[in-house]
């Protein structure tokens, strides 16, 4: 690998331009997001009309930038003197070629059909939904799927479809390996289900019932996020109709929602927030940018979050450590062990129909049942019309349990009436990678539920930092799951991971 | 006046695509102002460094989409139809000819260099005035001078440097006009103050004074704007360091901050910046992203301010409408009578050092002390160091009072260190016309008293909309002045105004 010495001044000059260029179409791309943390949080209801017209222009600009001509020019020069650049040079050149090829194969005016069908797709959903009547969103699925289908056929002719929509959410996990991870999650998953099923093991599940007062809720919600470490120099806690995390390394927000009825599920949102801002705020400062300093995809920003979430908050330690800081926001808790509160949390819903609600095992089934539809439906092999029945005798086969209406079936998510065809998948990919993750820390720092239980989180923030964070997009995904755990992609470590964790709470042999 | 049946399609076409590059531009800075808005307002502390490189990307694809080739041609098609657009095209026309020619006239590097300059004055300015050490500051206000001279050279090499700057804040208002109003503004307030100071009078300065909650403050400041008609749908109220008002008319946000010692403080200034706001969200929806969508310059906007707080807010039926509401907050109003309230918002501190601490009489006078002394400096008629010694000099001669320290004296604002000469006028100017504007709008209307006592503004918003808000950049300012009140723009209506409410405060003759 060539190092700086050797530079031409011709690579140089061309690489500081493509930085230059890429920096702006960075700017304007954290500029729209603030943009659009500010219309999700705190927008007046009004603003709405500008704002879209505020954002679009944004995104033009960032479109015109990254398919100028120019851009196309310097990376033609980079990659002919590529063995004059740095590593680090030719990941960044690898990053833009990619969105630069994608952005210029796909015609504008197909970008800006995409982008009207699903703005008015969003309100003919939330109607199908609100009178559970699939057949009024039907029509625009259909035509969702028809340009999506042509989005992909731009993209790569010669490709499956399905794998070209994937890659926009996870660019270099090749299809196959996802597939055989979320299949042997089916295969393995449906008998663990079954088996807790059918255990006589009664789980306290009701440590967290009762009222809890939202202020208080809020209270300790940044209560969690002190205990986890989270930067408030870099990022903000506000409240959102749907939970999520935004922003860049000097500016990482988390929002989250209170239900007075669901203390349990507005401390494990948060917490799974806070892994995304985590990973955020850990990305390189002096990157900021370059695609050095942007995060890697879906997959390893959900690993963050799950990471967090499951191999942290929903630990049995982490709530030897919590429950005095939660007792005395809500002292109704002094009653709850962390036996208790453990169990809480990770009770096992076999009757949930609802993916957003569903615990660490069933969850997966929803997205394996998302993930086999939605591939059915871009390849052709399933009709639009026929989605609500193959829904719902796939939750039968998988779950055992068969929703009676679309609202609580096939209308549920979001997700396609914005055009997301092969987003599911990373959400169980980012569990899977969470667990091989957390396996690979403690095969480097020894096992962490003494030091979670004392609420020492710095060991495995710091290898997290040093092993995914600090790399940004310098490595593919394979390439820094392989880096970062010395194994290829796996689902080892996950299964593991739930046999070991369930086993012993439901009683499995 | 050609209607739009005899465009020609050339002309029509090239409208369509000025429109469309100038509702670009217009989105650009809407978006730096959003930004803008989080920074002052909600952005974590260590955001600084990415928010300044986003704000410096809008800020340079605005600049290029401005100067680009094709806005100049546009604009020269355009110019040679002329008689083939509307007034209102025409309008738009001479506003984007307006900043095009500004932007294209000043070299990049010059904009850049009193962009970095001004970034660095700041922390300079705030240590020498934290150490009340004016020579600390001294070199880099000369380089500003220097800069701004230059600047005001590209623009027109042939006009007076200092009018070239002011009409950065004021395009249309000739400074001539400007000066014989802050003249006139200076030879009668002078003595009328001085009478003050010699009179009797007793006012009841005591009403507000004690200890008030924040909270509960915030809740008042929220009462008045209910009181006045703010649009919650399209604004909010948060807080800031230094209160400010900024967006569109579909998001314009109110900011202000509270002191426990300073009731009557807050009240005054959320009353001022909701008058920035009500303009904002006068202007016409349909319009938005072009010049006829946006308010006219800083003294057309300080009138709409300046309106609300002194004409509105000082008035004595304000206070007779708007203290029940206060008492209910602060019960110790109880004692405190609606003229006593009066007094108390209307008194004369003839020894205040400090503009923004100012009466509503002696603020001229600051004023017109730092346009004289920037005009010099600008002219080179006075040196930077001499600065103090004229500004103390200046302070004894129109206020009697003498500042002791840099600190207190031409060290106070901060908009010399933004580089902004020509800026304080418009303050002055903005009462000026809210008195012209108040005395037309009660011309048309009636006695507006007896409507502020019932807390009825309906009719005064109505004229202000029709008259002021609807025509966004419609008129130049002079133009707008005759449109609304029939007269070109004069000081009489603010003498008069200011000799009756002070001459029966203060029992003069």
Redesign the interface.
């Known amino acids: 690998m060539a190092t700086d010495q050797t530079q031409t001044t011709d690579a140089a000059e061309a690489y500081g331009r493509l930085e230059e260029r890429v920096?702006?179409i960075s700017?304007?791309g954290?500029?729209?997001g603030?943009?659009r943390w500010?219309q999700e949080v705190?927008?007046?209801?009004?603003?709405?009309?500008?704002?879209a017209?505020?954002l679009?222009?944004?995104s033009?600009?960032s479109h015109e930038l990254l398919t100028a001509e120019e851009t196309g020019q310097l990376l033609e020069e980079l990659e002919a003197v590529s063995d004059e650049l740095s590593g680090d040079q030719r990941a960044v050149v690898r990053e833009v070629r990619r969105t630069h090829d994608r952005a210029m194969s796909v015609p504008q005016e197909l970008v800006e059909e995409i982008s009207e069908t699903t703005s008015n797709a969003h309100p003919t959903w939330t109607q199908a939904r609100e009178e559970d009547d699939f057949e009024q969103f039907a029509p625009t699925l259909e035509t969702l799927v028809e340009l999506k289908r042509e989005y992909a056929e731009h993209i790569d002719p010669d490709a499956d479809p399905y794998a070209v929509l994937f890659a926009e959410y996870e660019p270099y996990l090749d299809l196959e390996t996802a597939e055989e991870i979320l299949e042997r999650l089916r295969d393995e998953l449906v008998p663990l289900i079954e088996a807790i099923d059918d255990s006589d093991a009664a789980l306290a599940t009701a440590a967290f019932s009762g009222q809890f007062d939202d202020d208080d809720q809020e209270a300790l919600a940044r209560d969690v996020l002190d205990a986890l470490g989270y930067?408030?120099?870099?990022?903000?806690l506000d409240t959102a109709p749907h939970p999520f995390s935004s922003g860049?390394?000097?500016?990482a927000?988390v929002t989250t929602r209170f239900d007075e009825e669901d203390l349990l599920g507005s401390i494990t949102s948060v917490i799974h927030e806070f892994g995304h801002a985590n990973y955020t705020i850990g990305l390189p400062?002096e990157e900021?940018?370059t695609p050095l300093g942007e995060s890697r995809d879906l997959s390893v920003h959900e690993s963050q979050s799950r990471l967090w979430e499951n191999h942290v908050g929903r630990s049995r330690p982490f709530w030897e450590h919590f429950l005095p800081t939660a007792r005395e926001r809500f002292p109704e808790l002094e009653e709850v062990s962390p036996r208790e509160a453990y169990e809480a949390a990770n009770q096992v819903y076999d009757d949930n129909l609802i993916r957003v609600e569903a615990d660490e095992l069933t969850y997966h089934l929803h997205i394996v049942i998302r993930f086999e539809i939605e591939r059915a439906l871009i390849s052709g092999d399933l009709e639009v019309e026929d989605v609500p029945e193959v829904w719902n005798d796939k939750y039968e086969e998988y779950l055992g349990v068969r929703p009676e209406t679309d609202a609580e079936g096939c209308l549920q998510d979001i997700h396609w009436s914005h055009g997301s065809f092969g987003y599911f998948p990373t959400y169980s990919l980012g569990s899977v990678l969470a667990a091989q993750l957390y396996a690979a820390a403690e095969d480097e720092l020894g096992d962490l539920d003494d030091r979670t239980r004392d609420g020492e989180f710095d060991d495995l923030n710091g290898w997290l930092r040093e092993n995914v964070h600090a790399h940004g997009k310098r490595y593919t995904t394979p390439d820094l799951i392989e880096e970062a755990t010395g194994e290829s992609f796996t689902a080892d470590y996950f299964l593991e991971y739930v046999d070991s964790k369930y086993g012993a709470l439901y009683d499995l042999e």
């Open positions: 920096e702006r700017n304007v954290n500029a729209a603030i943009l500010d705190i927008m007046p209801e009004a603003g709405t009309p500008a704002r017209k505020q679009s222009t944004l033009s600009l930067d408030w120099s870099r990022g903000r860049t390394q000097f500016d927000r400062d900021y940018g």
